[in-house]
């Protein structure tokens, strides 16, 4: 199954099969650009690749085709940020490779960016450089393998490596490496999907450039399509001091569950990774149907444990761009009584940079009935809201004037979200029904919620008229308190 047919049932599953052939529709659509998440000046991006912290910024690099409003051509492009809610585009940073004299071509698929700081690649000038581990397809050759290329100008430029591949199965599909140092075993690590298979390899090297054999995991989970984009990663537990465990990831699109990410808690040796749960446990790592790809950052300041994934597009053509990016989380691990969780929450890194000239609160007011509340006029805003129920039945949001309702449901201990058109989805809570927070982040055509300390996350599109801007708090059979409520209005 080639990556373009499997993109392709991706966009399917989001309705959106028409985005990967001819655009017969390049109207403009400002309304729906979003403002403080990432998308392109112009043209196609899906995964985010290399996402790595150095000297001060946030270097994000993508899967980009620089020609088209469509997917194709993949090259790596880039962008710069120095608060991930405002970025500056750069020039692409790995270009496709084209060879016309053998009528050949290579395609720069997803992977990861390191920083060497100890030259152990070979690489580097004074100081460490970055590397960057990426999938080479050759679609004329049907085959993937892995590469490696380097930067000794911040990550500006790249130099691919002569001895290209670094692995190389002679296989159709094997592709997505994402690497880490592990100091346990003082050696860089890579896990690599084997998409058919339903399998995560784990490689390890010494220099990035010779790799072994370490150990594979899988299937397990959810094996209903291909699995992509694995990455491993150590995360603190909540409330126990000192206390980790790892967690696995892989995306998974196109099959029955449409768009989806999925994760697995457990413990890893340098080696081997071993799951907690079941063989057959699914944990979705959002509840929403457009997360895809999502990786964790490198090389973070405090060793900050933050993730940012594609939000694949919905029914909707937008225009110059398509495509766009969640916002960064952070990560950390629960202990529940059905064994260790993933809690996401909107990154400490962007809540830093919210302006304070912007920010609107309120306290303990009533709700019975509808209640405005002032978002701006732009439908680009964070909304943070601890809602207590009280004798209401149910109690929640419309936003974009009423394009998507979020409401919790006390009776059934549920947050639901409603975007019309049989497009209503729950999410069932655990503990004692009573307040719940909300945090909204309404990003012109992009939706994302997490609920309670990050324990639910859900990721949407919606594509309200320009002027269907109205935001409101409500209640239903009784009376509600907003016991406290902060928005930023970012749309301007």
């Keep these: 199954m080639k990556r373009t047919i499997f993109i392709l049932g991706l966009l399917a599953a989001a309705g959106m099969t028409e985005i990967a052939t001819a655009q017969t529709d390049e109207t403009p659509t400002p309304q729906w650009r979003p403002v403080y998440h990432f998308t392109p000046e112009t043209n196609w991006t ?40 405002h970025w500056q585009h750069l020039p692409l940073a790995i270009p496709e490779m084209i060879d016309r004299e053998k009528g050949d071509t290579t395609w720069i698929f997803s992977g990861s960016a390191v920083w060497d700081k100890n030259n152990t690649s070979g690489f580097c000038k004074e100081g460490g450089c970055l590397v960057a581990i990426y999938t080479a397809d050759q679609p004329n050759r049907k085959k993937e393998s892995q590469y490696i290329a380097y930067s000794n100008d911040g990550g500006r430029t790249f130099t691919n490596y002569s001895g290209n591949p670094v692995i190389d199965l002679n ?16 050696q860089w690590i890579m896990t690599v999907a084997l998409p058919a298979e339903h399998k995560v390899r784990f490689y390890g090297s010494p220099d990035l450039k010779r790799w072994t054999l370490l150990s594979e995991f899988g299937p397990q989970g959810y094996t209903s399509a291909y699995w992509e984009c694995p990455s491993l990663i150590e995360l603190p537990v909540k409330g126990q001091k000192g206390k980790t465990k790892w967690m696995l990831m892989n995306s998974a699109g196109g099959g029955p569950r449409g768009t989806f990410m999925q994760y697995y808690i457990g413990e890893f040796d340098g080696k081997k ?22 990786i964790p950052w490198n090389n973070m300041p405090g060793n900050q444990k933050v993730l940012i ?47 304070a000239d912007r920010l609107t609160e309120i306290k303990d007011r009533k709700v019975s009935g509808e209640t405005a509340i002032d978002a701006g006029h732009g439908n680009a805003y964070w909304l943070d809201i601890d809602l207590d129920p009280g004798t209401a039945a149910v109690a929640g949001l419309r936003v974009a004037g009423s394009g998507a309702v979020i409401a919790y449901d006390k009776a059934s201990n549920s947050v639901y979200v409603d975007r019309g058109q049989n497009a209503r989805q729950t999410l069932q809570l655990s503990g004692t029904p009573g307040k719940v927070r909300l945090q909204v982040l309404l990003d012109k055509s992009s939706l994302e919620i997490f609920v309670g300390d990050g324990e639910k996350v859900f990721t949407c599109y919606i594509y309200p008229d320009e002027n269907a801007t109205a935001c409101s708090a409500f209640a239903q059979g009784g009376t509600a308190t907003i016991r406290q409520l902060k928005i930023w209005d970012l749309s301007k």
């Design 46 to 85: 899906n995964d985010p690749n290399g996402p790595i912290y150095l000297n001060g910024e946030y270097l994000l690099y993508n899967q980009q085709n620089p020609f088209e409003n469509k997917w194709g051509h993949m090259s790596w492009g880039h962008a710069t940020s120095r608060d991930l809610l």
């Design 171 to 186: 296989k159709h599909d094997f592709r997505d490496p994402n690497v880490f140092w592990h100091s346990g075993s003082k």
């Design 273 to 294: 990774f071993v799951n907690d749960a079941a063989e057959d446990k699914i944990l979705p790592v959002d509840y929403g149907d457009c997360l895809y790809a999502a």
């Design 309 to 355: 994934g594609w939000m694949v597009p919905g029914k909707q053509k937008t225009s110059p761009w398509t495509g766009q990016m969640s916002i960064s989380r952070d990560m950390s691990v629960e202990k529940t009584a059905d064994g260790y969780r993933l809690l996401q929450q909107p990154a400490a890194i962007c809540k830093k940079a919210l302006p």
